[in-house]
């Protein structure tokens, strides 16, 4: 399957933005798809993830109670909106689909191509 993240920008800290990573090529509701992000300078991170049938999901801490990951199979898209954007968050976002929800980038087969969230202050 491949995968095509959009939906970055810059943002003022408060603001808010919606990813989307839409998917082609494959059975889209076969896979879990999460959101990871990446920072300069540090590893990759889990965001949040979403079950095949949208029923279950997980969050990292530091997101919970401010974004929301979702996704329509009937479009082939999974999202990620994001409320109350902090500095800290600004960073490289990549969705990934894999066959179990799982929050380890190892665990995840496919990978979009990035899109970078800056949130100034």
């Known amino acids: 399957v491949q995968l095509q993240a959009s939906g970055g920008g810059l943002v003022q800290a408060g603001g808010s933005l919606r990813l989307s990573c839409a998917a082609s090529?494959?059975?889209?509701?076969?896979?879990?798809m999460s959101w990871f992000r990446q920072a300069p300078g540090k590893e990759r991170s889990f965001v949040a993830v979403?079950?095949?049938?949208?029923?279950?999901?997980d969050y990292t801490d530091s997101v919970r109670g401010r974004f929301t990951i979702s996704r329509d199979n009937a479009k082939n898209t999974a999202y990620l909106q994001m409320n109350s954007l902090k500095p800290e968050d600004t960073a490289v976002y990549y969705c990934?689909?894999?066959?179990?929800?799982?929050?380890?980038?190892?665990?995840?087969?496919?990978w979009g191509q990035g899109t970078q969230v800056t949130v100034s202050s």
């Open positions: 990934a689909a894999g066959y179990n929800f799982n929050v380890r980038p190892a665990r995840y087969a496919y």
């Open positions: 090529g494959g059975t889209f509701s076969r896979y879990a």
């Open positions: 979403i079950s095949m049938g949208g029923s279950s999901t």
